[in-house]
């Protein structure tokens, strides 16, 4: 599972800023208690409001997966896997643990502006 993203041909710095959120939060998606494609299809329209919008600093909460089977959570390896999937997005990171840790990510999106 991915910890971090970053799209090729961008500075590692980027990954820097997000990480140490140089860049303030501008919204936020809390994905818990919905069912896989519930939260693909909302994550997807999350993104592209956010973009056309001209949002840049977000985070996803997909939450940890303690309560799953095996310990993994199923939101939390989708959500990563689609965000890398996403044209808009162009990196992400894991949150920090006062953002929300393992159960959320930080997304740096393109200018859709």
Do not use: Y
């Not at 996803?60 to 310990?71: A, N, T």
Request: aromatic letters at 4%; glycine letters at 12%; charged letters at 25%.
């Amino acid at each position: 599972m991915l910890d971090e993203f970053l799209r090729p041909g961008l500075s590692r710095m980027v990954l820097r800023k997000l990480r140490r959120k140089h860049l303030p939060l501008e919204d936020t998606l809390d994905l818990h208690g919905l069912n896989s494609d519930e939260a693909r299809k909302l994550l997807l329209e999350f993104l592209h409001n956010s973009t056309q919008h001209g949002l840049r600093h977000v985070c996803v909460i997909h939450g940890k997966g303690w309560h799953s089977d095996g310990g993994e959570g199923i939101l939390k390896t989708r959500t990563r896997h689609w965000l890398t999937q996403c044209a808009e997005v162009l990196a992400f990171c894991e949150a920090p643990p006062s953002a929300g840790g393992g159960g959320a990510v930080l997304v740096l999106l393109k200018s859709g502006k």
